[in-house]
């Protein structure tokens, strides 16, 4: 099974509401990721976290903020986020294997 | 760095078409090579890999091959049906960090 789950499938929140994006796999990957994906765009990497370890944060506003509570979950916090934020978020993970990530279906979120 | 470049589209065939989409890259050392697809509203999907040059990568129809020599990994199907509209990204994963370096994305468009 490679499945990587992300709720809610669609979000639409106001710039000063706070909300919160999850992700969940039970492959037993040690690595996860957010990204942002602008339509008719490759995804941008937005944070890795590899053993529930922020490893990378690629200079991502501090509106975002993600967590991994164990090696299953992961959240994206929002917080006062601006029009321009609206895009799909996407979850990976990735096994032992050399770099293939496994993506989940995506939340659209619109920020308005 | 490491970069991947893919032939621009939107690509449009007719039914039954032979496929062929370039991708190119440029990495230090062995990377690893991949194709996601992406339909429409959803996210994206490992379509198929290869680890080592020469290897063979294949899924539903779909091949490419890792040639070391072009530094190419091109996208290929004998025969599209209209299910494979969607939009195909070559990615790579290089040998230090495993991230994923992306091409910009192809459109596909298959007529009936």
């Known amino acids: 099974d490679t499945e990587v789950t992300q709720t809610p499938k669609h979000l639409v929140m106001g710039m000063t509401n706070k909300k919160s994006l999850k992700c969940e796999q039970h492959m037993g990957h040690r690595a996860m990721y957010w990204y942002k994906q602008k339509a008719k765009k490759p995804p941008e990497l937005m944070f890795v976290?590899?053993?529930?370890?922020?490893?990378i944060n690629e200079s991502v506003p501090s509106r975002f903020s993600p967590e991994c509570p164990n090696s299953s979950l992961l959240n994206l916090h929002l917080h006062a986020l601006q029009p321009e934020d609206s895009a799909l978020y996407l979850c990976a993970s990735r096994g032992s294997g050399r770099g293939e990530q496994y993506f989940g279906p995506g939340t659209r979120l619109t920020v308005t | 760095g490491d970069s991947v470049t893919q032939m621009e589209g939107p690509v449009t065939l007719s039914e039954e078409a032979f496929l062929t989409i370039n991708c190119t890259y440029t990495?230090?050392?062995?990377?690893?090579l991949f194709w996601y697809v992406q339909y429409p509203g959803e996210g994206l999907q490992l379509l198929l890999k290869a680890t080592k040059a020469d290897d063979k990568g294949s899924n539903k129809g779909f091949e490419a091959t890792y040639r070391k020599e072009t530094t190419s990994f091109h996208l290929e199907k004998g025969s599209v049906q209209v299910s494979d509209s969607a939009v195909y990204f070559c990615a790579l994963s290089g040998d230090s960090n495993y991230q994923l370096i992306w091409g910009a994305g192809t459109k596909l468009i298959i007529k009936p």
């Open positions: 976290y590899s053993y529930e370890k922020l490893s």
């Open positions: 990495a230090t050392g062995y990377p690893s």
